[in-house]
C-alpha cells in the first residue's frame, strides 16, 4: 500500500528563519556546478592528450611521465585536477551520506572520514606532483659506492 507522506513544494520560499553566517550548503551547490565546468575540460584535455596525440595509448611510460612533470603547465593541470575532483567527489558523497544515513552519529564519522581522505589524498597527490624526481634522488656521489662495489 502506497504512504501518503506530503513533500513539500520544492519551489516554495523558505519561511523558517534564515541561519546567521556563509550559507555552506549554497556555496557547496555552486562548487559543484564550477568545478563540474572545469573539470569537463581538464578531464577531456587530459584523456585527449594522453591517449590521442602522438603514440597515443602507447606512448604511456615513465619517461612520459617523467617528461610531462617536468612542464610546471602540467603540473597544475594535474594538480588542479586533483584538487577539483577530490573535493567535488567528497563534497557529493557528503550529499549522499546525508541524504541517506539516518543515523545522526554514523553520519558525522563518514562526513568526518569522506574529508580526511579527501585531504590526505590532496596532500599525498600535490606533494607527488611537485616533489617528483625522474632521477629517483640518484647522483653521481650516491652512486659511487655500488659503481665501486661492481667495479
Ligand atoms: C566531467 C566532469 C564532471 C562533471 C561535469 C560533474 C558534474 C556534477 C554535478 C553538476 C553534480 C551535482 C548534481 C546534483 O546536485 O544533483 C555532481 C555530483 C557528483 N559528482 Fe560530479 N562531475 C564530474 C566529475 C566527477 C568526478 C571526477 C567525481 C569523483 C571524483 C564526481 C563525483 C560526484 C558525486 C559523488 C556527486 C554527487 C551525486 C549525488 O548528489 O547524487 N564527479 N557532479
Redesign the pocket.
Known amino acids: 500500500m502506497m504512504s501518503s507522506a506530503a513533500i513539500a513544494d520544492p519551489r516554495a520560499p523558505h519561511t523558517a528563519p534564515r541561519k546567521k553566517g556563509a550559507n555552506l550548503e549554497k556555496w557547496g551547490?555552486i562548487y559543484?556546478?564550477a568545478?563540474?565546468?572545469l573539470?569537463?575540460v581538464?578531464?577531456?584535455g587530459h584523456l585527449f592528450v594522453n591517449l590521442m596525440v602522438g603514440d597515443g595509448i602507447h606512448g604511456i611510460d615513465f619517461a612520459f611521465v617523467a617528461g610531462k612533470f617536468a612542464s610546471p603547465f602540467w603540473q597544475w593541470w594535474d594538480v588542479l585536477m586533483l584538487w577539483l575532483?577530490?573535493i567535488?567527489?567528497?563534497?557529493?558523497?557528503r550529499?549522499?551520506v546525508n541524504?541517506y544515513v539516518t543515523h545522526a552519529g554514523t553520519r558525522r564519522t563518514l562526513v568526518w572520514a569522506l574529508w580526511i581522505a579527501a585531504g590526505f589524498l590532496i596532500l599525498l597527490g600535490t606533494l607527488v606532483v611537485f616533489t617528483f624526481d625522474p632521477c629517483l634522488g640518484l647522483s653521481d656521489d650516491s652512486v659511487a659506492w655500488l659503481q665501486e662495489l661492481c667495479a
Open positions: 551547490w559543484m556546478r568545478s563540474g565546468v573539470l569537463v581538464l578531464i577531456f575532483a577530490l567535488h567527489g567528497a563534497n557529493g558523497m550529499t549522499i541524504d
